[in-house]
């Protein structure tokens, strides 16, 4: 049973007709080209120019409206300006088409009027039940309904979805699918200005498209970045998604008053929410192709450990170097795989993972087949990368080793499927296109002339293959607002909300969390300073007070913090002295006197935060306490919510991570403490979305446990029902 | 006036004469292609075939030995198995030859014996005057002499000066400039054992060498580190140095007894090191030979600062990225170069940097060449990245924009030596080789298809010229051994040689930082109980006493460092706790007694040390005490000596930097004397040889002074004249 949104999409993406709104006689407009093209390509279904002026359109009668056609029409291609789409999106809902692709800009990107305009347009669609694309795009490729919107020819048919931002980053990927492979393309879509159907929605529809192996992305933004996080993370447990962002550079840090969001640069959080999503992130323009070209091809490297096969030292030392750099491990080989290929390969040959043949195919390039094979065999080995001169051993040296080539490259191409594991070569004569190299991408072997090409096409495939490995354990990114909720913290936020509060004080934070489980210690409020005498009492040993204001949020500035009080004179006085200090500090502050806590003894200080990321909602902040989180920013980020094996993960990620373990002697901290108190603050988040950010700053661990010695809890500006469950 | 090696070399480069040793007329050997190449490729000297076995090889008469030939043989190539070429070499010098090209493997690769073979080979030669290329090479080709000894064909001729320790990879490099560029090389040298000529001085004579422009080089490992960057720093004021260098992950870290020792990366050192020599060091292959073609081509950026041209948005916001990651600066444009644009481009143009014409070149790309033309008339712009579609106006739309395209061709390649500024291009059409791209390139415009690649080129073009900028307040990596030498350290250092220590004891290492000028707190050696009770009457407030004993190095963990000591009894106590716990400790060590020295306050712990780096010798440390050293591993080498820029530069390049500058309220340290004590290291190094490491930790940092806590020197095992010499 498909949902409404698939049938849509199908209808789109599946037209039987296709109407060109806008259609022309000139072929310098786009009303021309995209009938030119649709006639060239051999689309199969009904195309009808729509055009007032016109009779006719490249030898197809042409009407004065989509409404004048009396078939049905599936969906419909604008390429009028922007001040004439409203009424003819109008008259296609009229008509029942299922799609509407506007390519005209002059919306959204040019700000606040144009956004108008663009919320016209959607809510016109939404009225007719009819799905947009674009605005502002470069259009839509159905490459297996035969359908090109986009005027880009000869678009190669493959098992690609592309989804792509900028319509020069697609000519991009086309153009080097058409020159450099076999592999090519299911449908591209120009999302442009995601007005209505989103990076996400598309995603949906390509996880569940039989045309479609992998799926590739370019992306300056996200609009929905936890709706993406979502579809992404179910589409790649079945399809592979690649995705280059750019965009880094622009996307500054926010400026915020606590240390969680001057520290949470987005670029970060989006890593790491695209790994745990499953998702091929890739740095370079230049592997982006390579990378769904090879996941899309070949089965994944399930152990990380790949086996290097050469002829000559420098590629074998530069593709070693960059598959380490990869996290990829080059193991020893086993022993009958090192006799095997003793037997074959001459004495001078290195047999040690890298093997190199040193020369040991010149005379005889079939050698490559059986080393193939043989290292293939080995169960330590996952995949295989061959680097160097494959395929030039005929333009070097005779023409019979060409044909050598050839049955070698006929071997090696049954082995992907005798072995399932993946093959992929490197070639320096890729540029001369022998015939050999053909062979081998026939078999989806994948073949490159850049070595770092290679490499991280390696790379992507054992990516994905642990990914797989692991994806039962990981947590999905969905939030269930308030299920945790306790009525008590709700009274204390709905409180502060109606007292028009923007942050709640640190006892009221501490008793959200103590509620909630975590290892608070117990607190006093004090509101004079006997009232602190007698509650420091009931406290063993030395306590520390602090001020208690809702107009001071940096206590210690406003030397509104005393430690280690040991006798009644030491508290009164703490007291008398925090409340001048404070008075001095801010005369208008509101003072409600002195909290009254335990002294927490030395330990390893750690600091916990959260806040509202633009793009992904809630996210999680763990680190060091100290200058390792305000100097040098070692610190780790998880959208919300996170498993307990997340919390786990971010201890470990970060650089300072052997503290926990203890250094100097002193022992491991209380590890399994931290997880759980991770896992409260996401519960929290979760259970309150009025709160904006949280500030755990700090707590102290111990051998056997933790203690959080300083909370805050900012609310949100507008806490009203809608800006607080949708996370953003 | 040339030198004498300057001389060998130019008569091997430029020979008037080649022997082919090994001559042959079986096509598969290499002694037949050698002369077939020499032949095809035109080579105007003598070419002189030997073999004892044969008549004539190619139409060319063949001698029996090299003796045999009437006239002077400038180069000799030997391509006969290993174990012959010891008397054919011996041969050649009797014969007056200038330099040997040695083909064979099986040698110094081979292990100790390959390594006693190599040695004999490079006496023998040294016995001769004679020099050696290889053994175990591709060979070498002067392109300027038409004398190819490798077999590679068509190599193009250019200004580009290659040195490679692969074969593979200098055929993939001269296969890049045959397929993409105008620019090719001046010669070729596969480096090979380096048993006799080093990497140093073939860049030597390529630095003076007039038909090079540029040097590039493939590096797995370097022989002579120190002399290699003496060498590079004096070429790369005149002519850059691209490298390549590869190995990194087989390279581990060396464990070492002290900190700095398990701390100094081999691959750090030569990071900062190449940095410092001018080299510019590439990461990835495919970028190898464009950085070293357009440094070739193009006059580099002085300023740091680039626009960047672009008709559509993808590529525009990736190279953004790309350049600010390379820490290029992307300029707001001045006012009247706005203005100009405007009036030139459409209305939903972007003028600001990044410049879009958005479509505004469709039906003119001459515009082009005026956008160029604007854009480097403005101040702030240093040089010009154009991305995009430029070259494929005419094949998108019509031939007649083919034309205005090579006009604007012409037009940007002259702006180049106008302006003197560069243009680098990134064509997403450049597999289809419009001719408007081969013009640029014969302006001297580098073209890519890549755009990771063009923007690697502005960055290249950025660095090169930044460093030229600041090249003046460099300082060289000559070490002046023994020059500020004092007789007083020296005869602590022989005194401990003839006993026999591997290190110095603390007072010992203290008294050679005194005498050099560093901040040492005087310090007392006490031999008993009241000696202690004495000596620390005669320091102001607490003193610290710590075990003197040649046989405890770490002196934590014998118990034999008490803090904090007040009183006579305070001080009479810890001597005795301290010499009971050492005893107990290590029975058999000799206890000398302890130090007596003050105790200083708290204050920001900084760890310096130095080390001998395998390949560049005397390296030195800095970091912060503590974590931040031992777990964040946040360090910053630099080769020494240096200078007290470098010194100053150190204490900015660590993460940990911001807390030299006052955290939370604490004054900033003394930075001065920091840089004057890394400098008294520096010196101290350089002045006795016989040290191999030194580790200053802590030395404390106060606002206006520091002081040095600890210290520790370790002599070279050997600290014999000789080793001690050279640093290594």
């Known amino acids: 049973m498909k949902d409404t949104m698939t049938n849509q999409l199908d209808r789109i993406f599946h037209a039987q ?13 786009r009303g021309f080209q995209a009938i030119r093209t649709l006639l060239d390509e051999e689309f199969e279904g009904d195309i009808y120019p729509i055009n007032p002026n016109e009779d006719m359109v490249l030898g197809i009668k042409c009407f004065r409206s989509i409404l004048d056609v009396e078939k049905p029409v599936d969906c419909a291609l ?35 009027r144009g956004r108008k305009i663009e919320q016209e347009i959607v809510d016109t669609a939404k009225r007719y039940n009819m799905r947009i694309i674009g605005p502002n795009t470069s259009g839509m490729i159905s490459v297996v309904n035969r359908m090109n919107l986009v005027g880009i020819r000869n678009v190669p048919k493959g098992n690609i979805a592309l989804l792509s931002q900028s319509g020069n980053i697609a000519l991009n990927l086309i153009t080097e699918a058409q020159l450099r492979s076999r592999q090519g393309y299911s449908y591209y879509v120009g999302v442009g200005n995601e007005a209505d159907l989103k990076f996400h929605e598309y995603l949906n529809y390509f996880a569940n498209d039989k045309n479609t192996k992998a799926i590739v992305m370019y992306v300056e933004g996200l609009r929905e970045g936890r709706k993406f996080l979502q579809e992404a993370y179910k589409t790649t447990r079945h399809k592979p998604i690649i995705l280059l962002k750019s965009g880094r550079s622009s996307t500054g840090m926010k400026s915020a008053g606590s240390h969680t969001g001057a520290l949470a640069g987005i670029s970060e959080v989006s890593r790491t929410a695209f790994r745990r999503a ?37 590629h074998a030392t530069i593709a070693s170097d960059l598959l380490t750099d990869l996290g990829i491990e080059i193991p020893a080989l086993e022993d009958s795989t090192v006799r095997k290929l003793r037997e074959i390969l001459p004495p001078n040959a290195s047999l040690r993972n890298p093997v190199d043949v040193a020369g040991g195919t010149d005379s005889n390039p079939r050698i490559f087949a059986d080393c193939a094979r043989i290292l293939l065999e080995d169960k330590r080995v996952g995949g295989l990368l061959i680097v160097g001169l494959f395929g030039g051993y005929g333009i070097r040296f005779s023409e019979s080793l060409t044909f050598m080539e050839e049955d070698a490259a006929h071997q090696m191409g049954k082995f992907i499927d005798k072995y399932n594991k993946p093959i992929v070569l490197h070639s320096l004569y890729n540029y001369a296109k022998p015939h050999s190299l053909e062979l081998l991408r026939y078999y989806n072997i994948t073949v490159y002339e850049s070595l770092d090409v290679a490499c991280k096409c390696i790379g992507v495939l054992s990516q994905y293959g642990a990914y797989l490995k692991k994806y039962q354990q990981r947590s999905s990114f969905i939030l269930n607002w308030k299920s945790k909720a306790n009525v008590k913290c709700q009274k204390i936020i709905s409180g502060a909300i109606q007292e028009g509060r923007a942050s709640l004080p640190e006892h009221e934070a501490r008793e959200i969390l103590r509620q909630h489980g975590a290892p608070v210690p117990e607190d006093y409020l004090a509101r004079t300073g006997e009232e602190a005498v007698a509650l420091a009492r009931r406290i063993r040993g030395e306590v520390v007070m602090k001020i208690v204001s809702p107009d001071i949020l940096h206590k210690s500035d406003a030397g509104g913090v005393r430690l280690r009080l040991k006798t009644d ?11 001048e200090s404070a008075k001095k500090y801010n005369p ?116 056997h446990s933790i203690a959080v010695v300083d909370a805050r809890i900012i609310l949100k500006k507008k806490a009203n029902g809608k800006n607080a469950h949708n996370g953003k």
């Not at 007709?17 to 407009?29: C, L, P, T």
């Not at 230049?286 to 096969?309: H, Q, S, W, Y």
Request: glycine share 10%; proline share 6%.
């Open 17 to 29: 007709s296709v109407a060109v709104i806008g259609a022309s006689r000139d072929d310098k407009k």
């Open 569 to 579: 004179d030491d508290v009164r006085e703490a007291f008398n002295g925090i409340m």
């Open 278 to 314: 499953g998702i091929i992130t890739i740095e370079s323009a230049d592997e982006l192709f390579p990378a769904a070209e090879t996941l899309a091809c070949l089965p994944p490297i399930r152990n990380k450990r790949v086996a290097i096969l050469a002829d000559g030292g420098g």
């Open 588 to 703: 208008k502050a509101v003072l409600e006197g002195c909290l009254v806590t335990p002294m927490v003894d030395r330990g390893v200080e750690i600091i916990i935060g959260t806040k509202i990321d633009d793009q992904f909602g809630p996210v999680i902040m763990f680190g060091l306490g100290g200058i390792l989180v305000e100097v040098v920013k070692d610190v780790a980020f998880r959208v919300l919510p996170i498993s307990r094996k997340a919390a786990r993960a971010m201890m470990k990620e970060i650089k300072s991570a052997p503290i926990l373990n203890g250094v100097r002697g002193e022992p491991p901290v209380d590890r399994n403490s931290i997880a759980d108190l991770l896992l409260v603050v996401s519960e929290i988040v979760e259970s309150y979305p009025e709160i904006q950010e949280m500030d755990l700053n700090p707590v102290i661990a111990f051998e």
């Open 78 to 112: 604008i390429t009028t300006p922007a001040k004439t789409v409203l009424p003819l999106l109008d008259e296609c809902g009229r008509k029942g088409v299922a799609g509407v692709v506007i390519i005209a800009g002059g919306f959204g990107e040019l700000g606040d």
